[in-house]
């Protein structure tokens, strides 16, 4: 059964600092990888999708890198801002059939960005 | 941009009651499903749907639970006698195959 999980639970840091949010599965076999925010109370708002052929995605302050074999997937984030304080979710697309099935996502990781 | 709409935002029940939760998808996508999140906890998949047909169903979708597309547009999630632990946020999602695009969620408050 895949496992998602995120470290850091939470991270708290200053305006400016660039950051690193992590995100490790147990089972390789997966179609893709999403990253999500999320902010309080409201929908998940899809950020990056990286194919399991793919190494990294890019979007404005974005990068998102995936290590398929070692199950591993991270998240950079440049120059933080105070807009970017928000829970960030990484979810996978197991590879079942056509993968266009489930996400099976992470706990998350909390992010505060202080001015 | 197109986006996924979820309607009600809130909607408060008593215990045993039916609920119909809707959502519209985006219009060209081909591919629906339905997510819940309890307080606290992860997101967890409850049900894909595609070509008029469930193709994937959770643990958590029993037979309390149903999904229809009554209509070229419509998505809902039906729970045909709510727990006090049905309550959650749920998520309606769709793709055209590989992003998948959440609507704001409606949460679910059983009394």
């Known amino acids: 059964k895949q496992e998602v999980t995120q470290i850091p639970a939470a991270l708290s840091v200053p305006e400016g600092e660039n950051l690193v949010l992590n995100c490790s599965f147990t089972?390789?076999?997966?179609?893709?990888l999403q990253w999500f925010r999320q902010d309080p109370g409201k929908g998940l708002t899809s950020l990056l999708l990286i194919q399991s052929s793919q190494r990294e995605q890019t979007s404005g302050r974005l990068n998102a890198s995936l290590d398929k074999s070692s199950g591993r997937s991270t998240l950079y984030i440049a120059a933080s801002q105070p807009g970017d304080s928000a829970t960030y979710l990484c979810?996978?697309?197991?590879?079942?059939?056509?993968?266009?099935?489930?996400?099976?996502f992470g706990t998350g990781t909390r992010l505060l960005v202080s001015p | 941009e197109p986006e996924v709409t979820q309607t009600p935002s809130h909607q408060v029940t008593q215990m045993g009651q039916e609920v119909i939760l809707r959502c519209v998808p985006i219009s060209n996508h081909l591919y629906f499903y339905w997510y819940r999140q309890i307080l606290g906890q992860k997101v967890e998949f409850l049900v894909s749907?595609?070509?008029?047909?469930?193709?994937?169903k959770s643990e958590i979708f029993d037979d309390q639970f149903s999904v229809e597309r009554p209509d070229g547009s419509n998505f809902t999630l039906k729970i045909r006698s709510t727990k006090l632990e049905d309550s959650a946020m749920y998520f309606c999602?769709?793709?055209?195959?590989?992003?998948?695009?959440f609507g704001p969620g409606t949460r679910l408050t059983v009394l």
């Open positions: 999602a769709s793709s055209r195959g590989n992003e998948q695009f």
């Open positions: 749907f595609y070509n008029n047909e469930i193709s994937e």
């Open positions: 089972d390789s076999a997966i179609y893709n």
């Open positions: 979810a996978v697309s197991p590879l079942v059939g056509t993968g266009f099935q489930k996400l099976v």
